[in-house]
């Protein structure tokens, strides 16, 4: 990726008026620049950032149980005039996880916000319409969850069944 | 998704205009509907011909993709991706090798670069093709319909020679491409690029100038500015606005920093410009082919390491920790790959980013207080793919 | 409407129709299936086919690569040690049960590419249809072929071998 100045100035703006914001700053594999700022600046960030990233691109979330008890939300930005990307980042315990809506800035987090309640369960504080997006109503649970399994069945051949579910023929396995 | 009965129930209540003296009617459009371009359903609540309110349900083709990745090996996951945007799917593929190269740290040989632009463009004219037959079908125009999957057929046996399969082509890897390009291959595609130019001119003079299909496009489905950034549309609903927004520009990805080619833009933000900027893309990705086969290097396809495309059957390929986000100018608009690696062989969270889920989205902007035949032009406008909404 | 746009309606109208009309005297673009039948390229992956050696002996060798690394989990392979005075196969073992559930198998190529003896080979037979479930489940007998390249895809070719210039 190209140098992004503009990503340094935000960063520069976010630090000057909300000092302690921003817990951690990292380069992802990418190139881009991501920031891990505090649950409750991240709504003052967002407005801060707004005007020179007018767009919010994404909003979605990654289950982090293996390593700790946090989901990781992020929320990446665009810039229209001069191409650059913004990536924030919450940490959301996992637990009654609670977050405040972007929907009002953004209304594109409306949706957005609702796929994640859906997946992940988090809750979106100020939502006109929190509900489920794309499971049905009366799903039971929340599938991107780690703890939620995947529904699988063994593969069936003549006279049998496979004895592995399609998932365990290649576990899981580290370096 | 909700449930039939009480969101017609409580539209009902909502929804009488007392202005008129009539009450308004609450109509399921979809997702069984011949124009919903797949199983989109749209609970429409009409006044008359007009529509009132309306709210895309969504979720009929929802397969878990971003789940079942979390169980494969980043191999294996290729395969899903390309099913998720089943009329790109090369694009598909370019953006998930692109996301995981970069979190592996591989660079991929230029030869193959290429090769990946070749097929990608091609797939966007697919794509783009697939697009205007059916859309012109829901106006009725059943001829470019014919026309224009004729064409596709012939990208489609490209493809089929290249990779063995016409939808589903599986063709890049982790590394470089499946296999190099066979012989015969320019020969077939410079003939290709012929014949597809002149067909473009003829979708051309079968449409732009028809007073019937401008009058069914001008005009309908208007965004702004405001709205697409405010929505997060992008692609050709954004150019149609007038902004100038290509991720292939913007943070050119693979070897698209070596073709020089033009990002067509419009500014009326209506269902004819976006018309008109898809048959201009159509143009551009023919001139990035034809640079691209004539500039292709030679040299190996795949990266030297064989343990990177061709990696232990039983293990496969151990990802370093670590994220990897990378966006992609699909033939919808930008589409997000969030790839994260665990030290494992298999990802922790697989994250894409349809286009195509904003701008459902943003259609009650479109369609309400407009015709409900314009709302079929104007969902038609967008290039929904449910594949990509509901992944 | 103004006579200049009626006049402009009119003629891309007729321009359209001109078109239309001119596909009337050209030769037709379909094929005239399944009496006609389009043959594919020969990178095309279809239905499998398990090939033997020139003496009539099993190639494979019961090594579940293509088990393992097939996306779908469409192949089941059960490997038995090869009887010593008739053997099946030229490896201490050979594949007692092979099976292909058809409907699960997505074409991907991946059990071509890893089989190390060149065994499992996708032929470009693309009718693939049953009545029932249990039709579309390939045994070892319907997989393997007579001769060896009996399905006229030849494995070498798919490797890249046949490369452009």
Not at chain 2, 226 to 241: I, K, M, N
Request: with cysteine.
């Amino acid at each position: 990726m190209a140098e992004q100045p503009l990503v340094d100035q935000v960063v520069e703006k976010i630090r000057a008026k909300f000092s302690g914001a921003i817990e951690q700053e990292e380069v992802i594999r990418s190139g881009y620049k991501q920031l891990t700022i505090k649950k409750s600046s991240l709504l003052d960030a967002l407005r801060l950032a707004k005007t020179d990233f007018p767009m919010l691109y994404d909003l979605t979330a990654a289950d982090y149980l293996e390593r700790e008890p946090f989901f990781h939300v992020i929320y990446v930005m665009n810039s229209i005039q001069t191409p650059a990307k913004l990536f924030l980042k919450v940490k959301v315990e996992r637990e009654n996880s609670l977050l405040p809506t972007a929907s009002k800035i953004f209304p594109m987090a409306n949706w957005f916000e609702r796929e994640l309640y859906d997946f992940y369960g988090i809750n979106f504080e100020g939502h006109p319409d929190l509900k489920r997006l794309l499971m049905p109503d009366d799903w039971m649970g929340h599938p991107l969850r780690k703890e939620y399994a995947l529904t699988e069945e063994p593969v069936e051949f003549k006279g049998l069944l496979s004895d592995k579910l399609p998932s365990e023929v290649i576990p899981k396995q580290y370096d | 998704m909700t449930d039939v009965l009480t969101r017609q129930l409580d539209l009902q209540r909502i929804g009488t205009n007392p202005e008129h003296g009539t009450e308004t009617m609450v109509l399921n459009l979809g997702p069984h509907h011949p124009s919903t371009h797949g199983v989109l359903r749209i609970v429409l609540e009409l006044d008359g011909e007009v529509v009132v309110k309306s709210e895309p349900v969504i979720g009929y083709l929802h397969t878990g993709i971003e789940k079942e990745c979390e169980y494969r090996t980043y191999h294996q996951i290729v395969p899903l991706i390309d099913r998720m945007d089943y009329l790109s799917s090369l694009n598909e593929e370019m953006g998930f090798i692109q996301a995981a190269e970069r979190l592996f740290g591989i660079q991929a040989p230029r030869r193959a670069e290429y090769i990946r632009v070749i097929m990608a463009e091609f797939s966007r004219i697919v794509s783009h093709m697939v697009w205007l037959g059916t859309s012109a079908l829901e106006l009725n125009v059943s001829s470019v319909f014919m026309y224009t999957f004729r064409d596709r057929e012939m990208i489609l046996d490209l493809f089929e020679f290249v990779s063995g399969a016409r939808m589903f082509p599986r063709y890049f890897r982790i590394g470089g491409v499946l296999r190099d390009l066979p012989r015969g291959f320019d020969k077939m595609a410079r003939e290709l690029i012929l014949h597809l130019r002149a067909q473009i001119k003829e979708y051309d003079s079968l449409l732009t100038k028809n007073p019937i299909w401008k009058m069914r496009n001008v005009g309908v489905g208007v965004l702004t500015t405001e709205q697409c950034l405010a929505y997060g549309a992008t692609g050709p609903v954004l150019r149609s606005t007038g902004v100038a927004y290509d991720v292939r520009k913007a943070f050119p990805y693979s070897a698209y920093a070596e073709f020089k080619f033009e990002v067509p833009t419009k500014t009326e933000g209506d269902a004819y410009s976006r018309y008109l900027l898809r048959l201009a893309e159509m143009d551009q990705s023919l001139n990035i082919i034809e640079q691209a086969l004539n500039k292709l290097p030679s040299g190996p396809f795949v990266v030297a390491d064989r343990k990177v495309w061709k990696p232990h059957p039983h293990k496969g390929l151990f990802a370093p920790v670590g994220e990897s986000y990378v966006t992609i100018e699909s033939p919808r608009g930008e589409k997000g790959y969030w790839v994260i690696g665990d030290g494992s062989n298999k990802p922790l969270r697989m994250r894409m980013r349809a286009p195509s889920f904003a701008h459902i989205q943003i259609l009650p902007e479109m369609i309400n207080g407009h015709y409900l035949g314009d709302a079929v032009v104007a969902i038609a406008s967008v290039d929904p793919v449910l594949g990509d909404v509901d992944r | 409407m103004s006579v200049k746009n009626a006049f402009e309606g009119i003629s891309a109208i007729l321009k359209g129709m001109k078109i239309t009309f001119s596909y009337l005297l050209k030769e037709p673009v379909t094929i005239q299936y399944p009496e006609v039948k389009r043959k594919p390229y020969s990178m095309f992956r279809g239905r499998h086919y398990l090939r033997l050696w020139e003496d009539g002996k099993d190639r494979c060798i019961a090594c579940h690569l293509c088990e393992i690394v097939c996306p779908a989990q469409a192949i089941y392979v059960k490997d038995a040690p090869n009887p010593e005075h008739n053997p099946i196969s030229k490896s201490p073992r050979y594949a007692a049960d092979f099976q292909i559930n058809m409907l699960r198998c997505i074409f991907v190529g991946d059990c071509e590419e890893v089989c190390p003896v060149d065994c499992i080979v996708l032929s470009d037979e693309y009718e693939i249809s049953g009545y029932t479930r249990d039709e579309m489940i390939y045994t070892k007998a319907q997989l393997s072929e007579s001769h060896p390249g009996a399905s006229g895809r030849d494995p070498m070719l798919k490797r890249g071998e046949g490369r452009m210039d």
